[in-house]
């Protein structure tokens, strides 16, 4: 298991610098960051020789990047266009973005894991036709659109919610983290119905039943545990995705988390910003991919890390 | 092994099921259906068989003479939807345990009756180690706490052969050999010292010297237990050697029932005389093997007359119409459903496929 995870870091470190680097070449080549810096008059060159120099923008890419990649080490993410540093932009993001991740997986795991369980046992009966036309709605409506109608009815019209998440308040997170967990739940509660009623024709499983078992105990013990396993997956990935913030939903609800931040550095050319941003949610996310594979050996026994 | 033998407790069986007379199971003009989306798949069609205490019966056929789905109706395990039992009766120590709740059912199921499967991979949980799941009978039949019951699934891991049983205990599926795991599973199903055992193609999924070595294990097992054993194959050398008696199944029917050395000696069906044929013999060497011509019918369309006669040597046009041939007694405790049972017995039949 050690030498497994410590084989994985070893192959994230390619991965790393190769993702880094096309999101550094991709945003520092697009277009000219001077450009609207001065107002309406263009910038002054010797404003613009400035800026340059100061960002490395004057060197070949490559080097540009070399740079760029040397800071990085030192844990030094840079400073935005704007003069601010981007590791302290993020580090007063990074809770509101993990409190709205974590309701949105909660939900996701509770709410989807309990429905497709339902479903799955009943298939073909009403609850699980119920199931099924429900979390297809869902993922047929754009989030924008529940997100507002969210807003609308339970914020506005039922006065139960609060409209805007602008402190990033548990409370306040509630509406949001669903809203942001609507897709992703009905994926999950579809997953765990197929493959729960999947695993219920198993073979193991008209053993379970050949050995007195009863029906709860069969699918409480004998298929659960196999079934969660594409769902863990699942989830895991999900988790990664969520903590690079939600841009739609963080808008909607005026959420300042990590996805308001890149959206407005993207709006702004705010390079280092952006740049600096992303290498970080890329970290994350091979972190929690590394995670979920260790857990699979945790639910499987038949995957060994040795 | 001795000594394992010693350490195993086999408890007087249950009072509540007592056999008369040595007789274990009756199943009594059984019928079942599967309704699918493409028909009514007739699977089992009247099928009549009893078992006593200590006998092998070997159910035979090819796949989908409905062999396994008599195994499952005794077990109470055929899903349904779409299984139904449509009629018949299984009676175990003279009740109808049709009748009885699902709860009911529920504690004959491993105690009373047992049963092995196929391909033991997959019928074994992989996600839980095998001693766990052997004690798990011990834990949800008897209530036996953690460790005493995790201590009898190693005994009888012993009892069936696994080396290092007590290191292995904690092993998971996977990590054993194909043989070793179909020792698991008959370890699982002897647990509870159930009185008929039902082993459903037990040896199909293994080399050919461990089916030997498991197939001893059931009979030594049966001996010292005095098991009923029904026997589900279509191999016929493993027949041979184990089953005291063969019932031979063709379309969800029994075709013919006998001794098995009877059998084997002399068929009374065409079906069985086919299948004797197609057994591969070493002074034929370099012919042909014989087989049976044609496929065993859809379940959903089983030609009227005998099921047989599409397929049939000796067919004529009685064969071909309603009702098919009942069972009927042809010798001194033979029965076979063929009209025309004692040509084929005394080697007589006319053969009706050449011109």
């Known amino acids: 298991m050690g030498q497994y995870a410590i084989r994985r870091i070893l192959q994230m470190i390619p991965v790393v610098l190769g993702t880094t680097f096309i999101i550094y070449a991709s945003v520092f080549a697009l277009g000219d960051p001077t450009v609207g810096r001065c107002g309406e008059r263009a910038c002054p060159p010797a404003y613009i020789a400035a800026f340059n120099a100061e960002y490395n923008l004057d060197k070949p890419l490559l080097v ?35 409190k709205l991740a974590a309701i949105a997986v909660f939900f996701e795991a509770v709410i989807g894991i309990a429905a497709g369980i339902v479903a799955g046992v009943r298939k073909g009966r009403f609850i699980d036709s119920l199931v099924m036309v429900s979390t297809l709605v869902v993922i047929s409506i754009p989030v924008f659109v529940i997100g507002t109608l969210a807003q609308l009815v339970f914020g506005i019209k039922l006065g139960w919610f609060p409209v ?17 967990a609507a897709l992703s739940l009905a994926y999950v509660a579809r997953l765990t119905r197929t493959s729960l009623v999947e695993n219920l024709r198993a073979d193991y499983v008209r053993t379970a039943k050949a050995k007195g078992l009863s029906r709860n105990r069969v699918i409480a013990v004998h298929t659960w545990r196999n079934s969660l396993i594409a769902v863990v997956t699942f989830i895991g990935l999900d988790i990664g995705g969520l903590m690079g913030g939600a841009v739609v939903t963080e808008r909607i609800f005026n959420i300042n988390g990590v996805g308001s931040y890149i959206f407005r550095s993207i709006n702004q050319k705010d390079a280092t910003a952006v740049v600096g941003a992303i290498t970080v949610l890329v970290l994350i996310y091979l972190a929690v991919n590394l995670l979920v594979d260790l857990l699979y050996g945790v639910l499987d026994p038949r995957i060994s890390h040795d | 092994m001795a000594r394992a033998v010693e350490e195993l407790e086999l408890g007087p069986r249950s009072e509540q099921w007592q056999p008369t007379d040595g007789r274990l199971l009756d199943v009594d003009d059984l019928f079942v259906e599967f309704r699918t989306r493409d028909g009514v798949a007739r699977a089992i069609n009247g099928v009549s068989f009893s078992l006593d205490e200590g006998d092998t019966l070997a159910i035979l056929g090819e796949s989908g003479s409905g062999k396994s789905v008599t195994a499952q109706a005794i077990m109470g395990i055929i899903d349904s939807p779409p299984g139904f039992i449509t009629g018949g009766e299984i009676r175990y120590c003279g009740t109808d345990i049709l009748t009885l709740s699902e709860e009911k059912r529920r504690a004959i199921r491993g105690p009373e009756i047992s049963m ?17 799941q052997i004690a798990e009978m011990f834990r949800i039949h008897r209530g036996t706490n953690k460790s005493d019951a995790l201590d009898a699934a190693v005994t009888l891991m012993d009892r069936v052969s696994i080396p290092g049983a007590r290191q292995r205990v904690k092993s998971f599926p996977h990590q054993f050999s194909g043989g070793m795991r179909q020792r698991i599973m008959i370890a699982v199903a002897i647990a509870l010292d159930p009185a008929v055992l039902i082993a459903d193609e037990p040896t ?14 059931l009979k030594e097992l049966q001996e010292e237990r005095k098991m009923g054993l029904i026997l589900i194959t279509h191999d016929l050398g493993v027949v041979a050697d184990v089953a005291d008696r063969i019932a031979l199944m063709y379309a969800g029917r029994i075709v013919e029932r006998a001794g098995v050395f009877d059998l084997y000696r002399r068929p009374a069906h065409p079906y069985g005389e086919g299948l004797l044929e197609s057994i591969p013999r070493l002074d034929q060497k370099g012919e042909e093997l014989s087989a049976i011509k044609g496929l065993p019918p859809n379940l959903t369309r ?6 047989f006669n599409p397929r049939c040597r000796y067919a004529q046009d009685v064969c071909r119409v309603d009702p098919p041939p009942p069972l009927r007694e042809v010798a001194p405790d033979r029965v076979a459903a063929c009209h025309f049972a004692e040509d084929v017995l005394a080697g007589e039949a006319v053969r009706t496929d050449v011109r």
């Open chain 1, 164 to 180: 805007t998440a602008t402190q990033g308040t548990l409370w306040q997170l509630l509406m949001p983290g669903f809203v942001l």
């Open chain 1, 64 to 98: 540009q990047y070399a740079l760029y990649l040397g800071k990085l080490m030192h844990g030094d993410l840079g400073t935005s266009f704007y003069g601010n540093s981007v590791a302290t932009e993020l580090a007063n993001r990074f809770p509101t973005t993990i």
């Open chain 2, 204 to 217: 199909t999924a293994l080399d050919v010297t461990v089916q030997a070595q498991i197939m001893g294990l």
């Open chain 2, 302 to 307: 089983i030609p009227p007359g005998c099921p």
């Open chain 2, 116 to 132: 092995i499967f196929q391909d033991a991979l997959s019928a074994l949980n992989p996600v839980f180690p095998v001693g766990w």
